[in-house]
T-cell receptor
Framework: EDKVVQSPLSLVVHEGDTVTLNCSYE??????LLWYKQEKKAPTFLFML????IEKKSGRLSSILDKKELFSILNITATQTGDSAVYLC??????????FGDGTTLTVKP | NAGVTQTPKFQVLKTGQSMTLQCAQD?????MYWYRQDPGMGLRLIYY???????DKGEVPNGYNVSRLNKREFSLRLESAAPSQTSVYFC?????????????FGPGTRLTVL
């Protein structure tokens, strides 16, 4: 059975802090790993990773994949209150299915 | 472009009632999906449609049926609602078959079954 585990489940930081969110997976026929941000509504896409060691970056957010150790991290630097959300990791397989983790709830305090 | 739209936004049902959740996308995407999200959990795939005319079961299909009416529309039907189906339901679409494409999500339908 495919499995995606995110840690920590929740995190409280102050504005300006840097955070690292983790996603580990065990799936058959890995195809890609995707990160989404969910702010009390529908998830919105952040990154898609298919190759190990290549960092994807968008502003203060960055992510990297390690296909040997089967994990990915999402980094957010200089956090802002607007970064408060649930961050979801999903792994897609060649079989045509994806599995989501339970998410990490990030709270950024002023 | 409206993106992915869902109706209704909220619904309360009694156990045993039936209803259909509607989903439409205007991005000319080939693939569409239905997920449910329970409190504190990630998304679980109910059914998906890789392309018009095809549908397949996801992780939690029991108690649901789907119809891919045309390329734009994908509906989810609960034939006999149960309290265990209380959840938020998200419809999503992606450009082509394969879950490694980014998915675009609708706003969700919050369903309560009493």
């Amino acid at each position: 059975e495919d499995k995606v585990v995110q840690s920590p489940l929740s995190l409280v930081v102050h504005e300006g802090d840097t955070v690292t969110l983790n996603c580990s997976y065990e799936v058959t026929n890995f195809r890609s790993l995707l990160w989404y941000k969910q702010e009390k509504k529908a998830p919105t896409f952040l990154f898609m990773l298919t190759s190990s060691g290549i960092e994807k970056k968008s502003g203060r957010l960055s992510s990297i994949l390690d296909k040997k150790e089967l994990f990915s991290i999402l980094n957010i630097t200089a956090t802002q209150t607007g970064d408060s959300a649930v961050y979801l990791c999903a792994v897609a397989t060649n079989a045509g299915k994806s599995t989501f983790g339970d998410g990490t709830t990030l709270t950024v305090k002023p | 472009n409206a993106g992915v739209t869902q109706t209704p936004k909220f619904q309360v049902l009694k156990t045993g009632q039936s209803m259909t959740l509607q989903c439409a996308q205007d991005m000319n995407h080939n693939s569409m999906y239905w997920y449910r999200q329970d409190p504190g959990m990630g998304l679980r795939l109910i059914y998906y449609s890789a392309s018009e005319g095809t549908t397949d079961k996801g992780e939690v299909p029991n108690g649901y049926n789907v119809s891919r009416l045309n390329k734009r529309e994908f509906s989810l039907r609960l034939e006999s609602a149960a309290p265990s189906q209380t959840s938020v339901y998200f419809c999503a679409s992606s450009r082509r078959q394969a879950f490694y494409n980014e998915q675009f999500f609708g706003p969700g339908t919050r369903l309560t079954v009493l």
